[in-house]
């Protein structure tokens, strides 16, 4: 897969990288907690990923929620609108991903997890930050990921 870190959706505990995946920010959800991390504001939010859709073919996509691809999910939450949308243009997953890695990019730069997650991960499993930090590399960035690794190892 083009991109082997991509975090779970936002409201699934992923990181502030996956507001790639997410909708405008219309209904309160976990999203306002993400925007606030990457210090966006929705306005902002809402102007790269059309800015990014305008440049891409994430702009295409009549008849997804949104009718933008650039709204759109992860490919692993099933959605026949999303893939109906992809088969009529021709366009991968891969192609999909790549796009999204990049629109991430756009949205909050590609720094690795932030300190106060690692820090809150360290409390919750009662272990060192370095300990903290190696599940979060283990688990390639992704934090619902990392807690199952630190859960196995504390067993």
């Not at 702009?59 to 490919?75: A, D, N």
């Amino acid at each position: 897969m083009v991109w082997s870190d991509a975090p779970s959706h936002v409201c699934r505990g992923g990181d502030k990288r996956a507001l790639t995946f997410c909708c405008p920010p219309v209904k309160p959800c976990p999203i306002t907690i993400a925007l606030e991390e990457a210090d966006l504001t929705p306005q902002d939010y809402i102007e790269i990923k059309e800015e990014f859709a305008r440049k891409t073919r994430l702009g295409e996509g009549q008849g997804t929620c949104f009718g933008s691809l650039v709204w759109c999910c992860k490919p692993s939450k099933p959605c026949p609108l999303r893939d109906m949308a992809m088969k009529r243009i021709n366009m991968t997953v891969e192609e999909y991903m790549e796009l999204k890695k990049k629109l991430s990019e756009a949205l909050v730069g590609t720094a690795g997890p932030d300190t106060e997650s690692v820090k809150a991960l360290a409390e919750a499993f009662d272990v060192s930050m370095d300990e903290a930090m190696d599940a979060i590399r283990e688990a390639d960035n992704d934090l619902r990921t990392a807690m199952k690794i630190l859960r196995m190892k504390s067993l």
